[in-house]
């Protein structure tokens, strides 16, 4: 998720030498790869699943950078609680249409209950379990590079502790959806009404001083009248493409895994993932390189956050206007998947109670998720769950003092409004060893 707070006539501090050839380069780039799915679903074509899969899913990818320096751009010209909501709730947009399409569908054809679960976790699961470490190593890397030395990793804000009181509820909260075999719907209402709760807070919080780049910035640099008129048009031509792609990519995903012999729950557990969210991990990587990897990894612990909570909470939501039941029904291999998507969230949360991520703990991370690719059968998932769970029990002993304040925290703590990835220091990004 692309959090959507800046101050009205902020300037970005990251401007390009030359703001229009860069926003020339990049709407040519996208236009490459979106024209060709305009085409073939204005005009009704219908080509070779796999050719199909290639082609709209790049028009979601290059859709999903549209909406990124649209929504970065955005944080200029709008302030308010209500104005953030909605640029946030948009900005989630190509992460989610993907799998609400599949509960949506699910609810009058059981057999995709399964892809909205996949879809679900994966995207969690390559969020954390990829995302997360990258950036962290990222910026140890890059700290290494412009001579400070050996680096333990990153440190995250006192204001950071929200995010993670949420993420923390949230998690456990879910752990009921494992044990009752199903995402009922009010279960989905109370998770969407966390997240609405998590919305109030950033938007009642302290505000950062956010830095754009590349395209954003240019988009930053124009005259105000200018600026705005290609920034809605931006929202509008982006939301369009995804609209338009987001059901035939999804269909040819699951007719692409049949042609080639895949495994289609796993083709859509991460192949529709790693597509839509793309764009936001390489720009937190990109801040990380540049010595901002503190501002990066708090914008995904946010970006977890919106999953945990609008995602899985607006699936039973879906399911329901689809036709189906008040509950999504999972069956032994969905459950497990989730049973492994929240261990790793309770570890994920618990190794940074204590607000320091360190390389241990990112590789850890890292590890854990490629490690987890071979394992096919019921008991060696059950036991990376128990793996993911004796690390977390672990941290949360050695961070227990946290524990508290990190679950009254988003009840009595102050957020902060994460505008993109705000300004830091390098020399504040990395902890010395």
Request: neutral net charge; glycine residues 8%; aromatic residues 8%.
């Amino acid at each position: 998720m692309l959090a959507t707070d800046r101050p009205a006539g902020s300037i970005p501090s990251a401007a390009p030498r030359s703001p229009r050839r860069t926003l020339f380069r990049s709407a040519f780039i996208t236009a490459m790869f979106i024209a060709p799915a305009v085409v073939v679903r204005s005009i009704g074509l219908h080509p070779d699943p796999v050719v199909a899969l290639l082609v709209f899913g790049a028009a979601v990818v290059s859709a999903s950078f549209l909406l990124a320096w649209a929504a970065e751009a955005a944080q200029i010209d709008v302030s308010g609680g209500l104005a953030i909501a909605a640029l946030a709730l948009v900005a989630v947009l190509p992460e989610y249409a993907v799998d609400l399409y599949y509960a949506f569908v699910s609810g009058h054809n059981p057999e995709y209950t399964q892809y909205a679960a996949a879809n679900m976790t994966g995207s969690n699961r390559l969020l954390m379990g990829l995302g997360w470490p990258v950036v962290v190593l990222a910026s140890v890397v890059a700290a290494r590079r412009v001579g400070a030395g050996k680096t333990a990793g990153l440190t995250l804000e006192p204001a950071n502790r929200v995010e993670l009181g949420f993420l923390l509820i949230a998690g456990l909260a879910a752990f009921a959806i494992p044990v009752g075999g199903e995402i009922h719907l009010a279960m989905g209402l109370a998770l969407l009404a966390w997240f609405g709760f998590y919305l109030y807070k950033v938007s009642h919080g302290d505000v950062e001083e956010p830095d754009l780049v590349g395209t954003a910035a240019a988009l930053g640099e124009l005259s105000d009248r200018t600026r705005r008129i290609i920034v809605v048009s931006l929202f509008a031509l982006s939301g369009t493409v995804i609209l338009l792609c987001a059901k035939p990519f999804a269909d040819n995903l699951v007719a692409a895994g049949t042609e080639l012999g895949i495994d289609r729950f796993l083709l859509v557990q991460w192949l529709a993932p790693l597509a839509s969210e793309a764009p936001e991990f390489i720009i937190a990587t990109i801040f990380a390189t540049r010595g901002k990897g503190t501002a990066a990894i708090a914008t995904l612990i946010s970006s977890k956050v919106n999953q945990w909570t609008l995602l899985i909470g607006s699936l039973p939501v879906a399911h329901l206007l689809g036709g189906g039941g008040f509950s999504l029904e999972l069956d032994s291999r969905q459950v497990e998947e989730v049973l492994l998507t929240a261990s790793q969230t309770l570890m994920g949360v618990a190794v940074i109670l204590a607000l320091r991520f360190g390389r241990a703990a990112a590789w850890t991370l890292l590890g854990l998720f490629i490690v987890q690719f071979p394992l096919t059968s019921t008991p060696e998932r059950l036991t990376l769950c128990g793996v993911y769970a004796v690390i977390a029990v672990g941290a949360l002993i050695v961070n227990r003092r946290y524990l508290i304040a990190t679950l009254k925290a988003p009840f009595l703590g102050t957020a902060v409004r994460h505008a993109g990835y705000p300004h830091h220091p390098a020399e504040e990004a990395a902890l010395p060893t």
